[in-house]
């Protein structure tokens, strides 16, 4: 680090200080009656508080389910591996699910990056653009056909081995009983519903078709998918919770 | 929903509040007593919810955006991104004053979500007034550049803090949102004289005041005052905004208080202090 170094290697090594574990800038700060290092970590404990609270603000089932001990770790160490990329405070934490999924502590609760995974999905569901839902007299005469089904922004799939509702929402007020984490997998349907998020369960057909939806499928494409292992899927009863939630914006035709 | 804005509605010489998520419902159902309000406009970027409750404050209040994400003094180049965001933000609220910080917080693509120092060099001052200038380009309007609190300087720096918020607003035209928390607070953390440094302060060009409580940390060889934003304004504070008043003459006021955030009325009582001192007769001292 030269003595006089320019604003961007000055910046450079600044993030690199709040990052890492050293103070590549310390020759760099005038210590002024504390030690140089000390002024640095001033500013490294500022910068990790506002990313711990954050997650803890998007992520409150992973901390009820971990404990604070265990949560202060992964987001430190979450901060290093998955820096901020935006000014937007929003945004940070997109990566948490992924990092809690490798991260060897956590490898025990195989469960804890999907629990993660539907907090983001409702995090994105608030904050999701507005869009003004279909007629639904123009719904009916559509299914499994061609034309592609355009559900709102807000709409999100998270499909789990694990029960994740049930987990979420034990975490949020646990019961006396306890929860039974061998019920097997959930698939859970997020949107949000004025000012609030709402989570239902949908059976594993019905989540096939979603997330060909999602992912651009015309209806009958769609419709392939959730039959494609011959379990019975209840098309009208989807598009009727679809309809009935207001979760479908557009029909279009689309002609590739 | 159509906006039912009518114009840009001036923020008055008068002392308003940092409006923060846990009082935005008490302020649109009961419409209490204040002057005006500044938001973060960072808060408002994403979630139509938000947008939404801004704008209905919007209607029975003047507002101010102030932002603290902008990253103006990163030397790698204007976060285009996020300053289009804030234009969007600006056409929707049309507010008084929109204001950032005199800081960095961002490069390549990390971004540490902090006010963070620059080094008070000609590298740095240049980069500021050109950034300043295209920001104040793109949005066509001035913008408001506010003094930073900081704990620690740079050994290369060679332009004194208030110099370089001074020649910051001369070559690039902002307007100065001046900190007096701010100000005590660095003259503390590197011994310097506030008062000099308010009298440095081009009076024209300064066009809001923030004032807000800090903390003092325990524990070590020498005092390091903390910009929490967590209680009421210091006596020292407000000694120095008495001084500033008199120098600079009142200006929008703001009370900032951002952790642990009191009821409303806590605020309004600090708003009302504010008041009292920019509204009192000019003592004749013998
Ligand atoms: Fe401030």
Request: charged letters at 20%; a negative charge; one cysteine or more.
């Amino acid at each position: 680090m030269p003595q006089s170094p320019s604003l961007l290697e000055l910046q450079r090594a600044f993030a690199d200080s709040m990052l890492g574990e050293h103070y590549p800038l310390a020759a760099c700060v005038r210590p002024h009656g504390l030690k140089a290092e000390q002024r640095l970590q001033v500013y490294r404990n500022i910068v990790m508080i506002t990313a711990t609270d954050v997650l803890r603000t998007s992520y409150p089932a992973v901390l009820a389910l971990v404990g604070e001990e265990f949560f202060s770790v992964a987001a430190t160490r979450y901060l290093r591996t998955y820096p901020s990329q935006s000014g937007n405070l929003q945004d940070y934490g997109a990566h948490f699910a992924d990092f809690l999924a490798v991260m060897p502590e956590a490898l025990s609760l195989d469960y804890l990056a999907d629990v993660a995974r539907l907090e983001w999905a409702r995090q994105q569901a608030y904050l999701a653009g507005e869009s003004a839902p279909l007629d639904s007299s123009r719904a009916g005469a559509v299914v499994n056909s061609g034309l592609h089904l355009l559900l709102r922004p807000d709409v999100h799939l998270i499909s789990s081995l694990h029960p994740v509702l049930d987990i979420w929402r034990f975490s949020q007020a646990p019961s006396p009983e306890g929860l039974s984490l061998g019920t097997g997998g959930q698939h859970i349907l997020v949107w949000r519903d004025k000012d609030q998020v709402a989570m239902q369960a949908i059976d594993q057909p019905a989540s096939r078709f979603i997330a060909a939806l999602i992912e651009g499928a015309s209806m009958d494409k769609a419709y392939a998918k959730a039959t494609e292992d011959e379990t019975e899927f209840d098309l009208q009863g989807l598009i009727t919770l679809l309809l009935h939630h207001q979760l479908i914006c557009a029909i279009e035709e689309h002609t590739t | 929903m159509e906006p039912t804005l009518s114009g840009p509605v001036s923020i008055p010489v008068r002392a308003g509040i940092g409006l923060r998520p846990p009082h935005m419902a008490l302020v649109m159902d009961e419409k209490p007593d204040a002057h005006w309000f500044e938001v973060h406009s960072e808060n408002f970027f994403g979630g139509i919810e938000m947008i939404g409750l801004l704008e209905r404050v919007r209607r029975d209040y003047p507002v101010s955006l102030h932002g603290v994400g902008l990253s103006l003094g990163s030397a790698d180049g204007l976060r285009m991104a996020h300053l289009e965001k804030l234009s969007r933000l600006i056409e929707r609220i049309e507010p008084g004053l929109v204001s950032e910080h005199i800081c960095w917080g961002a490069i390549g693509n990390v971004h540490l979500n902090e006010l963070l120092p620059l080094p008070y060099t000609e590298e740095a001052l240049d980069t500021m007034v050109e950034r300043v200038l295209v920001v104040q380009e793109f949005l066509g309007r001035r913008i408001l550049l506010e003094n930073l609190s900081s704990y620690l300087e740079f050994s290369h720096s060679t332009i004194p803090e208030w110099e370089f918020v001074a020649a910051l607003s001369r070559r690039s035209g902002c307007g100065l949102l001046l900190d007096v928390n701010n100000v005590y607070v660095n003259s503390i953390n590197h011994g310097f004289d506030a008062e000099a440094y308010i009298r440095a302060m081009p009076a024209d060009a300064v066009a809001e005041i923030h004032l807000a409580g800090h903390t003092r940390k325990e524990h070590l060889n020498v005092p390091l005052l903390i910009d929490t934003h967590d209680r009421r304004v210091s006596p020292e504070v407000w000694a120095l905004f008495d001084l500033a008043v008199r120098l600079l003459g009142p200006k929008p006021t703001l009370i900032e208080w951002d952790q642990q955030i009191p009821d409303f009325s806590v605020l309004q009582a600090e708003a009302a202090l504010a008041e009292e001192l920019m509204h009192a007769p000019i003592a004749i001292t013998a």
